[in-house]
């Protein structure tokens, strides 16, 4: 395996650093790889720098909120209400939402954005080799407001933080994804968009947020099915050899470094899905020999489940609606082979009715038994996708997957959750482990095995080998 990285990586590496002074780069840091850094060669970083002096860069087109000031003091003297007073009666907030603890540490939030600043060199040789070139990019949340209310770690603004190596010196540069979200509470002024992770803790409460949220898209303050509500924060992939930030809940926001080392949102792409595409998964696979992107999408509503492609040329293909998932479920994330994509239908699943029980609509479901799905990497339908049943498998993320015994055995290196009951309650208690799957296509049967005894998950490998066997 190439690399692993620690269970829950610090979100905020930078936070607790002050940038007042000159940024400095050691060139003896050990740098923990995860899912949500991508490390550009020179030659996509002088691509890229090509590309941007062809275009103006400006932010992502955005219609101002057009409620009338009578209605914008509305719908803030509720939020005001529901925050100072509603939340005071409502259950006390478990750690997995509770703001003191999610932002606190190496999780708390950076309180601005920083244009591309020289970094000192400290530690190791003299110089930075002048034939080394590119970028280092890693994204994470970070709330433009801080919370009144509940508080996921995952709730935060989508923030990108980059290291710049070129011509023997090197600069940091950090900013905001400039989503739908984030530009609408900027012009605000305050958080208004709700959480399906932490939004809903209490009756009273709940209703509350549902009503104003409601009267928002009413009132065109906000307008989601247009424009979308994700926050862009959990990833980062190459499409179609452009750079986009990815969060499930909506559709990716395609990224340009400039040539001066800073970055730039250029907006929301749906790769020409057309109505009715409106998010994709975090965390994509692009085949190393094809260059296609493969991709999901899950819903709350049927198809719970939809497979599909991204060409070369960067133009999405047909959906394959997986019909054999009947309840709405959360899938995270996925693997490929060289000719099967695997997913787990686990115990985490959607129930929005628990909104009107003050609860989150994302819950998991203890009795509900896990099973991997495998189906067929250029399938036009889901009629020949193989379920198998895996009690106890719910994994967060998958390492990678291949094919041995010709094809009749799909093996997938993933993290899986082993307490998943846990995962509303506190990250640190859910024991993610590294596990070797093996999934008997003829036999319909799976063995798992441990592959370490320590919490870890977020590995990465090095992307030439994905869907090939590694070590």
């Known amino acids: 395996m190439d690399a692993l990285s620690s269970s829950f990586l610090p979100k905020y590496s930078q936070s607790n650093t002050s940038f007042?002074?000159?940024p400095k780069i050691s060139?003896?840091?050990?740098?923990?790889?995860?899912?949500?850094?991508?490390?550009?060669n020179d030659h996509l970083s002088k691509l890229i720098s090509k590309t941007a002096e062809k275009i103006k860069f400006k932010l992502i087109n955005k219609t101002k909120p057009n409620t009338v000031p009578f209605l914008t003091t509305l719908f803030k003297s509720i939020d005001d209400f529901t925050c100072n007073?509603?939340?005071s009666l409502s259950p006390p907030l478990p750690p997995s939402i509770d703001p003191h603890h999610v932002l606190s540490g190496n999780y708390a939030p950076v309180d601005h954005e920083l244009p591309p600043t020289a970094c000192e060199l400290v530690e190791g040789y003299s110089n930075i080799p002048r034939c080394l070139n590119g970028v280092y990019l890693r994204n994470g949340p970070n709330p433009q407001f801080l919370p009144r209310g509940p508080h996921h770690l995952l709730d935060g603004d989508g923030m990108i933080q980059m290291v710049r190596i070129s011509d023997g010196g090197a600069t940091f540069c950090r900013r905001y994804i400039k989503t739908y979200k984030y530009l609408t509470e900027r012009e605000l002024g305050y958080a208004v968009i709700p959480s399906v992770l932490s939004s809903f803790n209490?009756?009273?409460?709940?209703?509350?947020?549902?009503f104003v949220a409601a009267a928002r898209v009413l009132a065109g303050e906000f307008k989601p099915a247009a424009n979308g509500f994700g926050t862009a924060n959990l990833s980062l992939a190459l499409i179609a050899g452009k750079l986009y930030a990815l969060t499930e809940s909506d559709l990716p926001y395609e990224i340009q470094v400039t040539p001066d080392g800073d970055i730039a949102t250029v907006g929301r792409r749906d790769f020409g899905g057309g109505g009715g595409f409106f998010n994709m998964t975090a965390h994509p696979k692009v085949d190393p020999v094809t260059g296609e992107t493969f991709a999901f999408r899950y819903s709350g509503v049927a198809?719970?489940?939809?497979?599909?492609?991204?060409?070369?040329?960067?133009?999405k293909q047909a959906n394959v609606a997986i019909h054999a998932v009947k309840t709405a479920t959360v899938f995270h994330d996925f693997a490929v082979t060289e000719n099967y994509a695997v997913f787990n239908e686990g115990q985490m699943v959607i129930t929005p009715a628990e909104i009107l029980r003050g609860r989150r609509p994302v819950?998991?479901?203890?009795?509900?038994?896990?099973?991997?799905g495998v189906i067929e990497k250029y399938a036009e339908d889901d009629s020949g996708m193989v379920w198998v049943d895996a009690p106890g498998v719910n994994i967060s993320h998958a390492v990678n997957a291949w094919e041995e015994d010709g094809g009749d055995t799909v093996v997938m290196v993933a993290a899986n959750n082993e307490r998943?009951?846990?995962v509303f309650e506190s990250l640190d208690l859910v024991e993610?482990?590294?596990?070797?799957?093996?999934?008997?296509?003829?036999?319909?049967?799976?063995?798992?095995?441990?592959l370490s005894d320590q919490f870890l998950d977020l590995a990465a490998i090095n992307p030439a080998y994905l869907g090939k066997k590694n070590r």
């Open 20 to 22: 007042a002074a000159t």
């Open 85 to 87: 007073s509603l939340d």
């Open 420 to 422: 998943i009951e846990m």
């Open 27 to 40: 060139r003896r840091t050990n740098i923990i790889r995860s899912h949500s850094f991508t490390i550009f």
């Open 432 to 450: 993610t482990r590294m596990e070797e799957i093996r999934v008997c296509l003829k036999t319909k049967k799976v063995q798992r095995r441990l």
């Open 202 to 210: 209490g009756g009273m409460a709940s209703m509350a947020r549902v």
């Open 363 to 372: 819950r998991v479901d203890g009795g509900k038994i896990p099973r991997i």
């Open 303 to 315: 198809p719970f489940l939809t497979y599909f492609r991204i060409g070369s040329d960067g133009r």
